[in-house]
């Protein structure tokens, strides 16, 4: 296994980190001890979950993952795993789904309470990685940086990292961390895919030169990539087929984001390259975004364990030039698919 540090921090991590959002929905505890010992027995030491999970996220079951994963966790050692999380901090009042920029709250009452929680809820004394899940627009990002420094020198918290940030964002953060002599901001976590590039515009410059490492999210596309919404109907158990049932608007505009004509386009040219170069679509699209310089640890998920095998087959691949410039030539077609 190629170990990949996370930033300049002394996190070294397995380039896949086993994503956990299903648990407790989709997944109930069985099953998801099921994904959990695959991925561990494959030598992934890097697990991210987050106090709102599972997904869809609502207030009767947020928390529930964290629980299913401390229930797996008591049975490891917990040092030699490395354990993110994330805190929402929910503006007005618990809870207002799905968590977005306006609506969060990163104060140092939410963080405070949101971490403690999460150490409860999985049984541990320390998160190794604690991410702030949505950007606040609201509250000075001083005040949210010294907050979260405050668990960091707690020990609480080993190291800090954000998510579905942009560029302003991170490298405000992380100039008022340099300036007070806060802990700085290790990793980013963002949509990037081969169906969504947009992290390369301008993010993935200040992740170079500022030594920020990316940890890529839904690097199949929400399922998409795996080429099961390419056919004539949207299958039963989808993720996006059953989000387009669900009364939240929201979720709905998301499931119209990834499912869209022009993402079935793409995939089906997706489809071809993976057929021609042996593997699976699945097995592509995570090798692809574990091919970048800034990118630390793809984050996968999973309904069940028999879904992994795909995705963590991308362990053993290393894309040729021919596989990357014929995936570069489907972009240059089909700009921005998801928008």
Not at 243 to 250: E, G, H, M, V
Request: net charge neutral; glycine share 8%.
């Amino acid at each position: 296994m190629n170990y990949r540090y996370i930033g300049t921090s002394g996190l070294r991590v397995s380039p896949i980190c086993m994503g956990t959002m299903s648990f407790g929905s989709w997944s109930d505890e069985k099953e998801s001890f099921r994904i959990l010992d695959t991925a561990y027995e494959r030598g992934i030491n890097f697990f991210d979950t987050a106090e709102v999970y599972p997904v869809p996220p609502t207030a009767e079951t947020a928390g529930m993952t964290e629980t299913i994963f401390g229930k797996w966790l008591k049975k490891k050692n917990r040092d030699s795993l490395i354990i993110a999380t994330k805190v929402a901090g929910a503006a007005s009042g618990w809870f207002v789904p799905p968590i977005r920029s306006g609506l969060t709250a990163i104060d140092r009452h939410h963080i405070e309470r949101a971490v403690e929680g999460s150490l409860r809820r999985m049984g541990i004394d320390y998160i190794d990685l604690y991410q702030v899940h949505w950007p606040d627009t609201v509250v000075p990002i001083a005040e949210s940086m010294a907050a979260l420094d405050r668990l960091v020198e707690s020990g609480k918290v080993r190291y800090l990292g954000t998510s579905n940030e942009n560029a302003y964002g991170l490298t405000k953060a992380n100039t008022i961390a340099e300036y007070e002599g806060y802990a700085r901001f290790q990793s980013i976590q963002n949509n990037f895919s081969l169906l969504n590039r947009r992290f390369l515009d301008e993010l993935a410059e200040v992740c170079r030169r500022e030594k920020v490492s990316l940890l890529p999210y839904s690097p199949i596309g929400g399922g998409v990539l795996s080429g099961k919404y390419n056919q004539a109907e949207i299958p039963p158990r989808s993720r996006f087929g059953e989000y387009r049932a669900l009364p939240n608007p929201r979720q709905r505009a998301m499931a119209d984001r990834f499912l869209n004509e022009r993402t079935l386009a793409s995939t089906a040219r997706y489809i071809d390259i993976a057929r021609q170069a042996g593997m699976s679509p699945t097995t592509l699209a995570t090798a692809w975004s574990m091919n970048f310089d800034f990118v630390a640890s793809t984050i996968i998920g999973a309904r069940d364990a028999v879904q992994l095998d795909d995705s963590l087959a991308a362990l053993d691949v290393t894309l040729s030039d021919e596989v990357l410039k014929a995936c570069d030539a489907v972009h240059q077609d089909i700009l921005y698919p998801m928008g």
